[in-house]
């Protein structure tokens, strides 16, 4: 699970590094998601890991709608306004797909993969097995795109420095815009993977954007590759309180581990700043 | 102008006092209750948010803290409801020091996300609360006959109208002491530029931990209304995150950081609800919220003001 967090995470967090802003519909997103990859099985029979590619790019051209319709606008408008704005997005997406497709709960039935495995005694899910080695397949994916391709340093340039990225030729409404698509297609992976076993309903969003900001502040804000880490901690922290304490209290664990992070290093465990 | 401003003012205030004189149809009384109860919530929450720029995303913790104060009083015959009023609010500004203590050392998007925390972790705490009902919620005893004292009124709304008026009053009253006073001065200069306010020797952190003060309290009276009209509280009911967000939402639609936003957003957002709940079909459909959503996003990206800004503009073009 703190694979899966952690890439919806990496979405949250390459955005805020690129703009500084926070995309508060990024849980509806990975609602959006996961009902995608819920349609195409019940309407055409296809599994949710076979339609992640479909599932990934409708994401993505609905993160680069979410900025050439919305964000764009409010770039430079006070924080108030860029707190706001993506709380409505959130708001109607959330609340459209539940007038589009009702609050009710939907499960894939017969998945390509279930059943689980147990070894030394430890019951590990099938579907969630997959689900970490997709989460982690994409991640490496979004690494090496970010770290070695030309566009993804031209990306890299314009997070660390927007005037001095576009002096030097560097199309940056051109990098917002794709870097909202990739959050989008990371969410979008995310989402296909969870669909394999987790129920799918329009509130289904929120939680797990909750412990995405909790991961992306455990990384620090805008440094991808430690919200894997991160995404990790969330997950081991989720499991060991339900283990430890009550399973309804396994939350307060999660929370608390992110007031007490931001309080004693607000940049982050691996925060650059 | 300034006189008729005030005539209008009196006006309305006119037209609120005898409105339930008029209109004995429990229905409209009820929604226009709700309206002002919101109002005062966006009010309290404006306060923070809007003049001291603490963007809080968790405020249903001190909206629980009133209801749930006045739930036990009532259920565990301890005292009046008026008497949990105040030590609801007691209870709201303490917690609000609790949380603000380490809180506010954050700021921007990490306080507001730190506000959703802490609201959630409170609402985690709530349900698995047994001497607080947990999640089967708490029921408050009916008391016959209607009187103030038990704060129960069953024959008629009228009371519950007058007193959740009176809450708007003092809101908007507080309101604006605050903008006059040097404290709503403070406010403002933490929210443009905190360093630039420490510099000019703006006490930064007590400044925000009044203004959280007072905005938990007002929240809280608010939450012991709500648990008094409706007899039945639960955690979904008074703390959920929606239910913070809710409060934002009318803010902002009406104006942040303005007197009559709240208001403004509350007689907006609520009749707009219930429009969309009865004409376009209710049960499960969240309509409303599709509109809602829709709407915070125009006002965020054309006029951050809101709609008292979008007032003021065409004022000044007039």
């Not at chain 1, 967090?13 to 099985?41: P, Q, R, Y």
């Not at chain 1, 979410?66 to 108030?80: E, H, N, S, W």
């Not at chain 2, 009023?85 to 020091?97: E, I, K, R, T, W």
Request: glycine share 12%; net charge positive; aromatic share 12%.
């Amino acid at each position: 699970m703190g694979l899966v967090y952690a890439l919806i995470a990496a979405g949250l967090s390459l955005i805020f590094g690129l703009m500084e802003i926070v995309n508060f519909a990024h849980g509806e997103m990975l609602m959006l998601a996961m009902f995608a990859s819920f349609w195409t099985w019940a309407l055409w029979g296809l599994d949710p890991l076979l339609s992640l590619p479909l599932t990934a790019g409708l994401l993505a051209a609905l993160g680069w709608a979410t900025y050439r319709g919305l964000v764009r606008f409010i770039l430079d408008a006070p924080m108030l306004a860029q707190i706001f704005a993506t709380f409505g997005l959130a708001v109607f997406l959330r609340s459209g797909a539940q007038a589009l497709w009702g609050a009710d709960f939907h499960l894939v039935k017969d998945p390509l993969v279930e059943g689980r495995l147990v070894a030394a005694g430890v019951f590990v899910g099938l579907p969630q097995l997959v689900a970490s080695g997709g989460a982690l397949l994409a991640f490496g994916l979004l690494y090496l795109f970010i770290t070695r391709t030309e566009t993804g340093l031209a990306l890299q340039a314009t997070a660390q420095d927007r005037q001095a990225a576009s002096l030097m030729g560097i199309d940056t409404q051109r990098m917002f815009a794709l870097g909202w698509a990739i959050g989008g297609a990371c969410v979008g992976v995310a989402g296909g993977l969870l669909t394999t076993f987790f129920y799918v309903f329009p509130e289904v969003g929120a939680p797990f954007a909750l412990l995405a900001y909790v991961a992306v502040a455990l990384g620090g804000f805008g440094n991808v590759p430690a919200t894997l880490a991160g995404g990790v901690v969330v997950g081991l922290v989720e499991v060991l309180g339900g283990l430890l304490f009550d399973p309804s209290l396994k939350l307060i664990g999660v929370f608390g581990l992110y007031l007490v992070v931001v309080l004693w290093r607000p940049q982050g465990l691996f925060g650059r700043f | 102008m300034a006189h008729g401003r005030l005539a209008l003012g009196v006006a309305l205030l006119a037209a609120a006092l005898l409105f339930p004189a008029f209109v004995t149809l429990p229905y409209p009384r009820d929604v226009l209750i709700r309206i002002f109860l919101f109002a005062t919530l966006a009010q309290a929450w404006n306060v923070l948010a809007g003049y001291c720029g603490q963007i809080s995303l968790g405020h249903a913790i001190f909206f629980g803290t009133g209801a749930y104060t006045s739930g036990v009083f009532v259920a565990r015959d301890v005292a009046s409801p008026w008497a949990a009023m105040l030590v609801g609010a007691l209870l709201a500004v303490v917690l609000s020091q609790v949380v603000g203590a380490p809180v506010f050392r954050l700021r921007g998007h990490y306080f507001a996300i730190a506000t959703i925390a802490v609201g959630e972790i409170v609402h985690i705490l709530a349900v698995n609360w047994d001497f607080i009902g947990a999640a089967r919620g708490l029921y408050i005893p009916i008391k016959r006959p209607d009187s103030l004292v038990n704060f129960q009124f069953h024959q008629s709304k009228a009371v519950y109208y007058y007193i959740v008026l009176g809450l708007l009053l003092l809101g908007l009253g507080v309101t604006r002491l605050i903008e006059r006073s040097r404290l709503g001065y403070y406010f403002r200069a933490v929210r443009e530029e905190q360093d630039a306010a420490a510099s000019l020797g703006v006490p930064v952190a007590r400044t925000k931990r009044v203004a959280f003060a007072i905005s938990a309290a007002l929240t809280a009276a608010c939450g012991t209304f709500y648990a008094q009209y409706l007899l039945f509280i639960d955690p979904e009911s008074v703390l959920p995150l929606s239910l913070s967000i809710l409060i934002c939402l009318v803010a902002v639609l009406g104006g942040v950081g303005t007197l009559w936003g709240p208001l403004v957003g509350a007689v907006v957002l609520i009749p707009l609800g219930e429009v969309t709940r009865i004409y376009l079909g209710g049960t499960g459909k969240a309509l409303d919220l599709v509109i809602y959503g829709a709407l915070i996003m125009i006002v965020s990206v054309v006029q951050p003001a809101g709609l008292v800004g979008i007032a003021r503009r065409f004022r000044r073009a007039a």
